[in-house]
């Protein structure tokens, strides 16, 4: 596309758009204010629109959760995988089972597991539900934001994904990635050092990451290879 120099500082403006709009989304903190059916998610819209659209395309028997506070976004999980049809489990993990929602603690496809999501039983738990749900797995990752934790997660997850898996970490977005410069060494930087450290483990999937102009999870839409 070729630009005109007099229309320059409007395209300027366009081209930083996406980046205006996810500041002012996480300043805001309009993602504290997202609800699916009245049960607070945190997530930005545009990402789990993203979300529901892999869903349809992979069609898988597992979605894993690591991090459910209250429970929303478990409970969009399954309510998208209802529509489906399919048979699915939904495997959501989190140390505090008390800010759950009594919806998700009784829906039938939803196991909520109570741990720390880098612990070993939640490894051989996943191992379990693999073998009962055999067919390909959906992982988001929203707990600690620690890069140890988020590191210890993803080192737990390697052994248990198998090709075509969907793993998107969140909040990859800190510590300057864009917003909260100096918050610390968190999810991006624990990205980067897991994909260097396993080289064509898994490729990074740019389509989904820039379909909507920004994401909570830059770099951290990844698909196992």
Request: one cysteine or more; glycine letters at 6%.
């Amino acid at each position: 596309m070729t630009v005109p120099e007099d229309a320059a500082p409007e395209y300027d403006c366009y081209q930083n758009a996406p980046l205006m709009y996810h500041h002012w989304y996480w300043d805001g903190r309009v993602w504290e204010t997202t609800t699916w059916l009245g049960v607070p998610t945190l997530k930005s819209v545009s990402d789990m629109w993203n979300y529901q659209e892999i869903l349809t395309e992979l069609r898988p028997s597992l979605v894993v959760e690591f991090g459910t506070y209250m429970g929303g976004s478990a409970l969009f999980f399954a309510t998208i995988m209802d529509q489906l049809g399919d048979d699915y489990l939904v495997f959501t993990v989190d140390i505090n089972r008390d800010t759950i929602r009594d919806e998700v603690l009784t829906h039938e496809h939803i196991e909520v597991y109570t741990a720390s999501s880098a612990d070993d039983r939640v490894r051989h738990r996943l191992e379990e539900l693999r073998a009962a749900h055999p067919g390909s797995a959906f992982v988001i990752l929203d707990s600690d934001h620690r890069e140890e934790h988020v590191r210890a997660e993803l080192e737990l997850l390697l052994p248990v994904l198998t090709r075509g898996d969907y793993l998107v970490v969140e909040d990859t977005n800190l510590n300057g990635h864009p917003v909260e410069p100096g918050y610390r060494p968190g999810p991006h930087e624990a990205v980067e050092r897991f994909l260097a450290a396993h080289p064509n483990e898994f490729y990074q999937d740019r389509r989904r990451e820039t379909k909507f102009g920004f994401t909570f999870a830059p770099d951290a839409f990844l698909v196992k290879q």
